[in-house]
């Protein structure tokens, strides 16, 4: 195989600097490096060549990478899953491309079943390096069927790594970090994420899995919030500061394996927790970090009730104002964060 | 021999209004959504009008029909009003979805629109579902699933298919074959010469017509409903048609060229049809002219009073998640 140069330009090691680019161009920047340095690192799915992805987040990269590295696919979600695994199996490294988390249901067999459980069934004989992209939530008038935060599903499936970049430099040293790992791992993307801005390092870099971002550090609350609504705490921390309440914000990054450190660490800290998520709230991610906070000896340093924010237990409507009024907004945020604290 | 379409007044006068209120309705909603006034995603099937509109020709209104993200023709041509359906791309309270589903969830169920799919195949095992269940009841309803060619890289359209070709059950799986699958030709992604060629694996037969003729498209599914209703099991149909416009609104349009979007252009099936009616004694300039400017009066009134009602409500989104 053959690696075009600009590609191969692109790979430079990390050089400590920095450069803005959006979420979206960040994941290609990661998959570019990728690429250019390992042969065996591809991409697979629906529309990734000429068109550049439903989201666009390919882009260009079939005419730098060239149509076999960068596969064009049918509309056929469990057999591209089907494929990734083989090849997982047998030397290469794919990314496989999923249009919508959403439709990850379509190719669950293939991921819960197979991907997650093959090197365990086998004893270890077999690694499944597969990185499988897909982006989820909601606030794109998309509803019920293209809308979903479906990362308590995967978290919920051992074998699997679970990541939610919520900041560009994140989406690319995480990604980065995923094509690495020896084991399949789901990164959940978020599509109002792929046209914001960031500071984002050049160069191959990386973002360690299972480490928690800490953004902010404040006295009075810890903010512990996943995906978009990591944006929108920190918008919200910034609106109660104005107020006289700090707020420390963490952002897990990696679901699984979980930086329970970290969230300790900072819960001890401020004795109280807000924890905010898109995914509906039964049984979502966050209950499971309300279970690990109250079986900890953290649990001695709460001032107040852990709080959950998280959207309603409803499919995401398409009307603007009940899509909104179904997930977290940062006014969401900013009251319950002021109520846990005046409460409390 | 089936009825002539375009040399009969009542039933020529019907076709072209229905593909008429096609693309008008989305001309207006392509607008809409381009003035920043319709929220959302949109997939116009400008273009394939002819395909629904010979298709629900040859149904009865209890028979059902399944649809997909491009789904808007399906609704029109089996007899939904277009103002509830603007409305339900408007966000409104008076919307077939009450705001909940917007265009790629819209449904008629009065009128057997079991409804369009955001999934890819989605709807072609619950085509087969619902011929089961017209199997099972003793009615003579049929089922037809519309999809696109790019369904048939699912495994749900496999499955969908299997069942029904074992039970012989009433139903129709309608390939809008448009030639692509989002980016990816139809031609590429299956190695056929033409879709139709897969029916006989699955043991039903398969037809391939012209979908910009809605007389093809009209005998071809005729020829399918008669046989379900009478018992002979499901067919395949691969209607051959273009959409003019890019996919959604994410499409640039890298895949194919200005040429062969021009070429199908002149494929308008709207004209053809018109010129196929004047020919055939069905319509005159006159009436082709009627049709025209009632559908425009009745499209404009239908987007202003959805305009006018009142937007779906927050107030009770837990409502509807669980039947009471
Ligand atoms: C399971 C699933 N996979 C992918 C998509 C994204 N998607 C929506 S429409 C579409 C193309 C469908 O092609 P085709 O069936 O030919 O219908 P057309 O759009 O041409 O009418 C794709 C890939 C989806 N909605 N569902
Ligand atoms: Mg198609």
Redesign the interface.
Known sequence: MTIETTAAQTAAPATGETVTMTYSEAVRDAMRIAMAKDPAVFIMG??V????G???VTGELINEIGPDRVR????????IMGAGVGAAMTGMRPIVEIQFS??T??AMDQIANQAAKIHFMLGGAVNVPMVIRAPGGSG???????SQSLEAWFVHIPGLKVVMPATADDAKGLLLSAIDDPNPVMVIEHKLLYKTSGEVRTGDIRTPLGVAAVPREGKDLTIIATGVEVSRALEAAEILAADGIEATVVDPRTLKPLDSDTILRTVKATGRVLLVQEAVRTLGFMSEVSAIISESDAFGYLRAPIKRLAG????I??????ER??VPQVEDIVAAATDLVRKW | MNTQIVANRELAAASLATMWKIRRFEEAVEDLYGRGLM???MHLSIGQEAVPTGACLALNKDDYITSTHRGHGHCIAKGADMERMMA?LL??ETGY?R????S??IADTATGNLGA??????GVPIATGAALSAKMRGTKQVAVSFHGD??M????WHEGVVLAAMWQLPVVFLCENNLY????SSEK??NLDQLSDRAKGYGIPGVTVDGNDVQAVYDATKEAVDRARAGGGPTFIEAKTYRWRGHSK???N??RTRDEIDEWRGKDPIPLFEAQALAAGGLTQADIDAVRDNVRTELRSAVQRANAAP????DD??SA?YAR
Do not use: W
Request: with cysteine; hydrophobic share 35%.
């Open positions: 629906e529309d060549g000429t068109y550049g439903a989201f666009g064009d696919t049918t509309i056929s979600e469990l057999g959403d439709f249901a379509q794109t008038g998309a509803a019920a069927q293209h309603l237990d409803i499919p409507p398409y009307a603007p104002k009940l009024a179904s | 929220h959302g995603t339900e966000a409104k979805c705001g909940r589903g917007g790629m969830h799919n955001g999934i890819v195949a989605g790019g369904a890289g699912e495994g749900a699958g989002m980016s990816m992604a299956f994410s499409d640039k890298l895949y937007d779906a409500t927050a989104l837990l998640v």
